[in-house]
Every structure is written in C-alpha cells, then in structure tokens.
C-alpha cells in the first residue's frame, strides 16, 4: 500500500436522479482535496428507459439481467446520458473530469459471467484493472468518471455491478496509494431494519454481515454492495464507509466497514 492517499467514491442510481441530492454531493465531491475517482450507477434511469421503449427488466439479487436490448440501452444511458452528464456537472464546477467506460484505455477488462444456475446474459466480472492508465489521468490532475460498463478482450461491452466497479478499482489502486472507498446511495449505512432510517449499524464485521444475509435483513441491491465492500477491505483497501448523498461531509452517518 503506498502512502499518497486516494478517494474512491461511487454515487448510485437513486441520488443521481434527484438533481437535488446529486447537486449536493457533487459540490462536497469537489471540494475534496488529493486525487479522486468517481464511479456512478443509474440502474433505476435503466430500468425507467428501457420501459419506455417496451423491455421488461428482470433483476436477481440486485444483479440485472442483461439482454441484447437491455444491453444497448445501458450503453446508452449508463455510457452516454448519465456519464456525459455528471462530467459536464464536474466541469462547470471547475473541475477537470473525462468519463470513461471499461472500453476506453482498456481499462476495465472483464469476462462474461459463466451461465450456473443463472444466465444473466451481457453481464462482466472484472478481471483486470488498467492501474497505470487510471494513474496517468489522476497525475494531470483530472478525474476519471466512471460508469458501470466493462469490456471484454475481444471487445464486448458488458454490464458490470457499479459497486463491484468501485471495489475493483479501489483494489487495484491500493498498491500504489492507501485507497479510502466510499459509497453514497439511498440510505445512510447498513440498517438492522429497514422501515427505521436511525436504525443504521456504526461498524459491520463480517461474522455480523454473514448474520443479516441469513436472517434476510440484507437484500436486494445491498447484497451485491457489502459483497463488495468487504472483498475491498479483505485485498489491501484501507477504509470503506457506506452512506447516503451526506457521506462527504464531516460527521455524517454512516457505516463504517471492519475485518
Ligand atoms: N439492511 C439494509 N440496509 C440498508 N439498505 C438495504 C438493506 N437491505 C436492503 N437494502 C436496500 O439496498 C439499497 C441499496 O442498494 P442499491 O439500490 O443497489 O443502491 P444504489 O443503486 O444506490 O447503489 C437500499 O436503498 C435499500 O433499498
Ligand atoms: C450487473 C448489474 O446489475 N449492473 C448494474 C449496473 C448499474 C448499477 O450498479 O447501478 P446502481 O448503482 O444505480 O445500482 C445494473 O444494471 O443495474
């Protein structure tokens, strides 16, 4: 791990659609100092789009399956409407960002999940993470924007989990700077019950988290996410915290995620 610290902080779907909470986050995205990356969502602008050309999306275990159709349209929303948009954002905030998917620098290699019990079509598990071309942006003092898309070697978009992008990246980036990784969604942390947003849990270990997956008080799109928040903290990440459009400001609530 290397001593020059960096961010890494992935903003979901449901605070990008409130131009209100993204504005916020956005403005306490910039004003943090030293090197960043930001990794974006937009599954639920997905899933609204792709119902208004007429495809039904089907998801399982808040992972998405991902049809030819379903595919173009998260090319286009995730790679074009979503990722253009928070960079303009970032730049008329004086910030220099460029927005990138897997396929561009080669920068995300992944490879098709193998159908088990499962097929979920057009659907990328990282494989490798093009460090030293993130590194090359980061030392012109920009700041890589990334959506959820990962390429294959023989040049095949596919969807990948914006949580496991975070993680991936973060990992891969630990061997150069001590990596602090944050992800801002709808809630402010891990809550032991869902209908209390004060129920959230300060510090989640593992043998905790293993307990709420079996009693079921973690679903839906959590499962994917504290799947990758302890894969990070378990391959050289120094911190992980979970939390809503508040998690950059000082003393926000959150989660914060333990060995
Ligand atoms: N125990 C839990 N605590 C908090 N949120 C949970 C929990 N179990 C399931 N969830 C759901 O997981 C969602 C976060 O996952 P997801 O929708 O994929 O987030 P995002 O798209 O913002 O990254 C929450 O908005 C909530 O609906
Ligand atoms: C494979 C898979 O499930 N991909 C996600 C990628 C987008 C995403 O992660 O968006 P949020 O952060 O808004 O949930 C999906 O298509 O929903």
Known sequence: MGNKILKVVKIGGKLIENPVFLNSFLEDFVEMRGPKILVHGGGNKATAVAGKLGFETKMIDGRRITDKDSMEVITMVYGGLINKSIVAKLQSKKQNAIGLCGADGNVLISKRRE?????????????????GFIESILNQNMIPVFSAISCTEDGVLLNTNGDSVASEIAIAMSKSFETQLYYCSEKKGVLTDMENDRSVISELNSTYYKELVETKVIKDGMLPKLHNCFEAINKGVATV???????????AIHTKIVK
């Open 115 to 131: 159908v088990k019990e499962i097929d979920y079509g057009f659907v990328g598990d990282i494989e490798k993470v093009n460090s």
């Open 241 to 251: 915290f979970l939390g809503d459009s508040e998690l950059l400001k000082k003393n």
